[in-house]
């Protein structure tokens, strides 16, 4: 069965920090990794979408990475901001449709 | 543009009562995506369509249908709702070359 598991479930981190979160998965085939950004009560929004060639992509602030070899990503927040509190899905994609969905890891970002 | 568009945000339903989510995309998107997320879930597949008239079941589409007769709309009927349905669900359109999905706000529903 296709999973896609993400850790840590949640981390409070203090405003200007980094921080990482992982993505693990057992999609196959594989098609692309995604990450996208959910802020309450809002639907997902993109970060990076990741090909099986890529490695490392970056938006802004977002940085993710993809080792398709050992099925991993992470996605590293750099000099966090009280905005970047949200949930942070991991999202491998098998073709157009058939995507499997991690459960998110919540961030939160304190003053 | 609007982007991709949901109605209504909430709604309470009462067992074994009918309605119909509302989706509507203006960026002439072909691929459209129903999704429920419940808490501490990723977000399932219901239905999926390709084009106008073109729909698919995806992982989870019991006790739901949809219809794609525009490329605009894509509407999403609970018949006889169960409490199983309380949940949050999501529209999302698409275009095929990167398979790239754009959300809509999501409708909260409960099933009392």
């Known amino acids: 069965k296709n999973q896609v598991e993400q850790s840590p479930q949640s981390l409070i981190i203090l405003e200007g920090k980094n921080c990482t979160l992982q993505?693990?998965?057992?999609?196959?085939?594989?098609?692309?990794l995604r990450w996208y950004k959910q802020d309450t009560g809002r639907g997902p929004v993109s970060l990076t979408i990741?090909?099986?060639?890529?490695n490392t992509k970056s938006n802004g602030r977002y940085t993710a990475t993809l080792d398709a070899d050992t099925k991993q990503s992470s996605l590293h927040i750099t000099a966090s901001q009280l905005s970047d509190s949200a949930s942070y899905i991991c999202?491998?994609?098998?073709?157009?449709?058939?995507?499997?969905f991690g459960a998110g890891t919540t961030v939160t970002v304190r003053a | 543009n609007a982007g991709v568009t949901q109605t209504p945000k909430f709604r309470i339903l009462k067992i074994g009562q009918s309605m119909t989510l509302q989706c509507a995309q203006d960026?002439?998107?072909?691929?459209m995506y129903w999704y429920r997320q419940d808490p501490g879930m990723g977000l399932k597949l219901i239905y999926y369509?390709?084009?106008?008239?073109?729909?698919d079941k995806g992982e989870v589409p019991n006790g739901y249908n949809v219809s794609r007769s525009t490329t605009e709309d894509f509407p999403l009927r609970l018949e006889l709702a169960a409490p199983s349905q309380t949940s949050v669900y999501f529209c999302?359109?698409?275009?095929?070359?990167?398979?790239?999905?754009?959300f809509g706000p999501g409708t909260r529903l409960t099933v009392t």
């Open positions: 993505c693990n998965y057992t999609v196959s085939p594989f098609s692309n």
């Open positions: 990741m090909t099986f060639s890529e």
């Open positions: 999302a359109s698409g275009v095929k070359t990167r398979g790239e999905q754009y």
């Open positions: 369509s390709v084009g106008a008239g073109i729909t």
């Open positions: 960026m002439n998107h072909n691929y």
């Open positions: 999202v491998v994609s098998e073709n157009d449709y058939k995507l499997s």
